[in-house]
């Protein structure tokens, strides 16, 4: 289901998500959160995260061997 934030954010495709065209996420602004959605599949839902613990994601996967 698609709420009013969901549909009016601007999504946009992440630069890291591999030169394969069916392995992109999207990323948008959500009022001081940010969305993470399947750009396969944008009606399917999103992940709703912080600032705070998107930043600690984006940490972890770049420390990453």
């Known amino acids: 289901m698609n709420t009013p934030e969901q549909l009016q954010a601007r999504w946009r495709k992440s630069t890291h ?7 992109c996420i999207e990323v948008a602004d959500l009022n001081g959160h940010v969305g993470i959605r399947d750009s396969k599949n944008p009606t399917a839902g999103h992940l709703s995260l912080t600032r705070q613990d998107f930043a600690a994601i984006l940490n ?3 420390t990453q061997p």
């Open 60 to 62: 972890h996967l770049t």
């Open 17 to 23: 998500s591999g030169a394969v065209e069916n392995e």
